[in-house]
C-alpha cells in the first residue's frame, strides 16, 4: 500500500476529493438502483453494486495511468484523436436509435466486450485538450479570424454537429466551456462575438431544418421544447412528473434525512441512480449531505484553480481549467435539475452517479489534471536537487546523517 501511494503523483487534495466522492457514491447507487433492480431483473440489488464497483476501480485505474503521462504529450493525442472522435460520432449517429419516437443516438456497443459507451463523453475532453494546444500555440500572436476558422473552429463545430442531433444539453454545454476557455486563452472578443453569433444562427437553421424534415432527427426538437416548457409551467409531462418526484424527495429529507437506504422516492423516480440521484441524496442525507456533497465539488473547483496557476506553462494552464472546469460545471447542473433551478437535462453526476462511460471519462479528465499538477511537484524536486549539487557543504551534511 506505501509502495502504490508512493507512486501517486499530482495533488493530493484532488486525489482525496475524487476517493470521497466514489465512496460515498455506493450508498446512494446501492439504494437508488432497487427500482431498476425490480423493473429489469430479479429484484437483487448486489449486482448493481459491483457493477458500480467494476466501473469505479477501471475508472481509478484509467486516473493513475493517465497521470503517469506527461501531461505534454496531450498535445500530439489530442490532433491525433479528433478525426477517432469524429469518426465515433459519426458511427454512433448512423445508428439512429430511438426512445419512446425521439432520437437518441448516444451509445454504441464496443465489439467484443458487449460494452456500451457514450461517445459525446470523450469527445467532450479531447476537444478541450485540443483548444487548449490551439490556444497555447497562438499565444502572443496576433492572429486574425480568418486564420483560426479551419485549425480551431472547424472541429468543434464538426464535433458539436454531430453531438447536437441526440444531445443539446451536452453540445450546450461544450459549446459553453469552449467559448469559457477561448476566452481565458486570450482569444480577441471581436471574435468570440463572431462564434456566438455563428452557434445561434446554426441553432436556428437546425430547429428549422428538424421541423421541416422531422423524419431526420425524430421528435428531438420537440423534446427540447417540451422540457423548457416543463420548466416554465406545469404540464404534466414525464419530465413534470421527474421534477416533482425529486421535490417530494428532497422534501422528505429534511435537514438530516431519513437515514441511508431509507428512500421511498427511489421507487417511483425514474433514473433516480442517475440523472435525480442528487434528490435521493438529499432524501436519506437531508440538507447536510446535499451541502456536504456540493462542497466536495467547490473544493475540487479551488484545487483546479490552484493547479492551473502552478502549471508551468499556458498549455498546462489552459488543459487544467478546459478537461477539469465541466466536471465541476456538469455537478452544479445536475443539482440544480434536482432542485428545479433549472430545465432537465440528462447530465448526470460526477463519480457519484451510475454508468460507465460518465464515470470513466470523469476519471480521464482528472488523470489529466493530476498529470499537469504532478509536473510542477517534478520542477520543484528537479530544482532542490540542482540547489544541494551546487552546494557541496549539502551533500557532506547529507552523507553524515
Known sequence: ??????????????????????????LPVYSASSNLAYLYGDGDTFSFLVKHFAHLVLG???????????????????????????????????????????NASRW????????????????????????ARYLSKIKDKS?????????????????????LPANFSTAAIMFSMVIMLVFLGGYPLKYISVILGSGFIILVFFVLFAKAFPGMFP?????????????????GTQ???????????????????????????????PQSSSDFIYAIIIEEWGFVGGIFLMLLYLLL???????????????????????????VFQALINMAVAVELFPVTGQTLPLISSGGTSIWMTCLAIGIVLSVSSRREELIEEELHKEKEENPLEVLREVYE
Open 239 to 269: 419530465e413534470d412528473y421527474q421534477i416533482e418526484r425529486a421535490k417530494i424527495a428532497i422534501a422528505r429529507g429534511g435537514v438530516i434525512g431519513t437515514g441511508p437506504g431509507k428512500s421511498v422516492q427511489r421507487n417511483f423516480l
Open 143 to 163: 492572429i486574425t479570424f480568418k486564420e483560426t476558422l479551419l485549425p480551431l473552429w472547424l472541429p468543434v463545430f464538426l464535433v458539436l454537429m454531430l453531438i
Open 1 to 26: 500500500m506505501t509502495k502504490v501511494l508512493a507512486n501517486i503523483k499530482g495533488d493530493k487534495v484532488i486525489w482525496a476529493v475524487a476517493a470521497l466522492l466514489a465512496l460515498f457514491s455506493f
Open 301 to 327: 473547483l479551488f484545487r483546479l484553480v490552484i493547479a492551473a496557476h502552478k502549471s508551468p506553462d499556458m498549455f498546462g494552464k489552459l488543459l487544467v481549467i478546459g478537461v477539469g472546469l465541466p466536471i
Open 60 to 102: 481509478f485505474l484509467i486516473m493513475y495511468g493517465v497521470h503517469k503521462i506527461p501531461y505534454n504529450y496531450f498535445k500530439g493525442l489530442s490532433i491525433i484523436m479528433i478525426p477517432v472522435v469524429l469518426i465515433l460520432l459519426l458511427v454512433t449517429m448512423a445508428q439512429n436509435t430511438t426512445i419512446e419516437g425521439a
Open 108 to 131: 454504441i456497443r464496443l465489439p467484443f466486450v458487449g460494452v456500451t459507451f457514450q461517445t459525446s463523453t470523450l469527445a467532450a475532453v479531447v476537444l478541450m485538450a485540443y483548444v
Open 219 to 235: 421528435n428531438r426538437v420537440d423534446t427540447w421544447v417540451s422540457r423548457i416548457e416543463n420548466f416554465t409551467n406545469d404540464t
